[in-house]
Structure formats: C-alpha cells, structure tokens
C-alpha cells in the first residue's frame, strides 16, 4: 500500500481564497484523522471519521472550516474563507480501529495564506 | 476528554547518552500509548507503542515504560545518535462512546542529539 495521501503538498493561497485539502486513506482503514500543526499549538485533531461519517468535529475552529468523506477513499478539508492564521501543516491519517488505535500520517500539506 | 502534558520541550544530549521523555495523563480508562517521531519537515511516524497490560516494552534503542497507577508514561532512549534528532510526541486515547476514540498528542520534545 502507498500509504496515506494528501495533495497538494504545498499551497500557497489569498486571503479571502477557498482552499481544498485531499486525503486518501490506506486502504481498508475505518478511520480517518484531520490534524493541524503549528509551532504555537503543536499536533490539534480537527474532525474525525468512523467509517465516512464524522464523529467528532470539536476541534473544527470555525464556520470557516468543513470537512467531508464521501466514500472510504477519500476526504477533502476544505477552508472558504481562508485567512493568514490558517497557515500550518495539515496531516490526514487513517487506522483501523480494530488493530488498535495505530495512526499512519500522510506526507502532509504545507498551507500558506498571505 | 484526554489532557496529555509532556516533558521536556527540549531536550539536548551528547551523542552516546542516554535521552527520557515523560508524558502524563488524565484519563485512567487510557489503555494505549504511543509515540511518534518527527524530523523535520517530515510526516510523524509510529516509533513504539505500549499497552496497559504490560509495564515496559523495549525495541532495540528505545523502549517505553508505563506507570498506570501514577498515570505516567516514559520514552528511553539509549546510546543516541545524530539521526535520533528530532521532536518526539506522546499521545493517549480518549473514547466517545460507540467504541469511537481519538488521539490526544503532547506538545512535544524536541531532541537535539549533538555529536
């Protein structure tokens, strides 16, 4: 398996611009983890999926921010508007909650908001 | 819900010694305990993990020790090396109900190994 992916890697937006993230889980894996990282708040869980349907969203900062998965192999965060303190590293990661709660992160996306 | 806190925030060791990092946490249902390793610019990756039913698990240079009464859990690294550099996570579970859970990580360590 590929691993999880996420796309874009880097995106460099407006503010004022809608930004869509992607995420593709492992294949097989039941849930799927929205994370961001800043050096102020560290690793912050956003949403999370249990097979496609949203569990928790309590980490959501704002109206702004929505996320969705509209099959098992994929998942879009999407931020519309966005604004300058949405720059930060957003990582996906998926498990399978039978195995144990181990996450595998993908490769992450490099948001950048001027 | 789960509060994880973690320390030290940094950490600097000569290369050779030995580096620990202890995290703590709340919820005394947690029964899983991870770490993840994060160089930088990179994604954070699964290192070790433990489980409650056992007090300590070693994977070669590493190893992780549990303490549940006191609610606390360690990072050991021996004989370190430059590529150990990195920041370091802990995290625990929290359940919300239904069998759903999520990962709370700590602020994180980061390890400076210096040759």
């Known amino acids: 398996d590929a691993g999880v992916i996420q796309s874009p890697r880097h995106e460099v937006t407006e503010m004022g611009q809608e930004v869509t993230l992607r995420c593709k889980p492992i294949?097989?894996?039941?849930?799927l983890f929205w994370y961001r990282q800043t050096m102020m708040r560290g690793l912050e869980l956003l949403i999370y999926?249990?097979?496609?349907?949203?569990?928790?969203d309590s980490g959501m900062p704002e109206d702004r921010f929505s996320a969705k998965m509209p099959n098992a192999s994929f998942s879009t965060l999407k931020i519309q508007p966005s604004e300058p303190r949405d720059s930060a590293v957003y990582f996906c990661a998926s498990s399978l909650g039978a195995s144990g709660n181990i996450q595998y992160f993908g490769a992450g996306t490099r948001l950048s908001v001027l | 819900g789960e509060n994880v806190e973690q320390h030290p925030s940094t950490l600097s060791v000569q290369e050779g010694d030995s580096a620990v990092i202890k995290c703590t946490y709340s919820d005394s249902a947690s029964n899983y305990f991870p770490w993840y390793k994060q160089e930088l610019g990179k994604r954070p990756q699964l290192i070790i993990d433990?489980?409650?039913?056992?007090g300590e698990k070693k994977d070669q240079r590493i190893a992780v020790t549990l303490n549940k009464t006191a609610k606390h859990f360690s990072l050991h690294i021996t004989e370190t090396q430059p590529e150990d550099s990195a920041v370091y996570f802990c995290a625990a579970p929290s359940y919300s109900g239904a069998g759903s859970y999520q990962l709370t990580f700590g602020k994180g360590t980061k390890l400076s190994v210096i040759p």
């Open positions: 433990i489980r409650s039913n056992v």
């Open positions: 999926f249990n097979n496609n349907v949203p569990i928790d």
């Open positions: 294949s097989g894996h039941d849930y």
